[in-house]
């Protein structure tokens, strides 16, 4: 199965913030995510989160949403936020 990986606007800002490193760092986790995405435990978020699930990359999160619809050739995971776990939820 195929998973494309799309960014929200705010979240291509959030990683364009970070040092290259991290980004590096952040990127290589993504992509690794859309090879993987049938074995991972996605861990659900409540509150105004709810819907959405994180992506644990150190002290770092992605914030993410997939459409796993079976009739689809292509699924999608969009990316919502990536940032620092202490700043990453404050919204």
């Known amino acids: 199965m195929l998973y494309r ?7 291509a800002d959030d990683l ?7 980004q590096e760092r952040i990127l290589r986790k993504i992509k690794w995510l859309s090879e993987n995405f049938g074995d991972v ?3 659900g978020l409540s509150a105004n989160l709810s819907g959405l699930s994180k992506l644990r990359i ?10 796993d ?7 999608s995971i ?3 936020r990536v ?9």
Do not use: C, W
């Not at 364009?16 to 991290?22: D, E, G, K, R, W």
């Open 5 to 11: 990986v799309e960014f929200t606007p705010e979240a």
């Open 16 to 22: 364009a913030n970070l040092s290259q490193t991290i």
């Open 41 to 43: 435990s996605h861990q």
């Open 58 to 67: 150190g002290d770092y999160r992605v914030i993410y949403s997939f459409d």
């Open 69 to 75: 619809k079976a009739e689809r050739e292509v699924m």
């Open 78 to 80: 969009t990316i919502h």
């Open 83 to 91: 940032g620092h776990r202490r700043e990453i939820y404050d919204d």
